[in-house]
């Protein structure tokens, strides 16, 4: 018996969660500006991560390994970025741009 053919559009639902969720921590980031130096705000940028890590993990349980592994350290760049103290933005901005720049061509590819 041969393995089911893998559907490329079990991809598209999580990456689309993903898209949004980064959309929402990008905006904030934006309007924060360097507010999110201040302690309230670092944690409201903590609690903002956590959807984009759930969509990341729901795309992440998807995709094969040799797409995964790039999107699991752009991951790793912004989670260190928020941690550092004070919190790195040109980090976390400059990940956040790769992320979101990897999640675009992957959509792109379901056209």
């Given at each position: 018996m041969s393995p089911e053919p893998e559907n490329p559009l079990r991809h598209l639902q999580p990456l689309l969660g993903?898209?949004?969720?980064?959309?929402?921590?990008?905006?904030?980031?934006?309007?924060?500006?360097?507010?999110?130096?201040?302690?309230?705000?670092r944690r409201e940028l903590l609690t903002l991560w956590r959807p984009c890590q759930e969509r990341l993990d729901a795309l992440l349980d998807v995709l094969p390994a040799e797409s995964a592994g790039p999107l699991r350290l752009l991951r790793q760049e912004i989670e260190d970025g928020l941690l550092d103290d004070p919190p790195c933005l040109p980090a976390i901005t400059d990940a956040l741009d790769a992320l979101e720049q990897a999640c675009e061509q992957m959509r792109l590819g379901f056209g």
């Open positions: 993903l898209c949004a969720a980064l959309h929402v921590y990008r905006t904030t980031l934006q309007v924060l500006g360097e507010q999110a130096w201040e302690p309230d705000r």
